[in-house]
C-alpha cells in the first residue's frame, strides 16, 4: 500500500521500502536473513541534546541582549544570529551521525 499526503486523513504507518510483511505467510529462517540496522551512540545523542539547549539558551539570550533588543532596525543581526544558531544545530547533528555504527542481528527461534 502507498501512502500519498492527499489521500490519507489521518496518520498511518506507510511502508516503501521493504514492502509490508504479510502476516499470513510464516518466513524460513533464510527467508528472515540477516536484519542490519545502524546504531547511534547513546552518549552522542546525549551530549548533542545537552549542546544545542546550550545553543537556543546562548541565542536567546542574545536577543534579549543590548544589541538586538535597540529600537533601531536590528533585522540584519538577528537574522545572521538565526543563521548561526541553525549551522550550529546541523554541525552538531553532524557530528552524531558521524557515530553511527552498522550491526547485523540474526532473529533466532
Request: aromatic share 10%; with cysteine.
Amino acid at each position: 500500500m502507498a501512502c500519498f499526503p492527499s489521500t490519507t486523513r489521518r496518520a498511518e504507518p506507510c511502508y516503501f521500502y521493504p514492502p509490508h510483511p504479510d502476516p499470513d505467510v510464516e518466513l524460513t529462517p533464510e527467508e528472515r536473513g540477516p536484519i542490519w540496522a545502524e546504531v547511534v551512540q547513546e552518549d552522542a545523542v546525549l551530549n548533542a541534546r545537552r549542546h544545542i539547549k546550550d545553543l537556543f539558551r546562548s541565542y536567546f539570550n542574545l536577543l534579549d541582549g543590548d544589541v538586538l533588543n535597540h529600537p533601531r532596525r536590528s533585522g540584519g543581526y538577528r537574522r545572521m544570529a538565526r543563521c548561526r544558531l541553525y549551522e550550529s544545530i546541523m554541525e552538531e547533528l553532524d557530528r552524531v551521525l558521524e557515530t553511527v555504527d552498522q550491526v547485523q542481528m540474526t532473529v533466532i527461534e
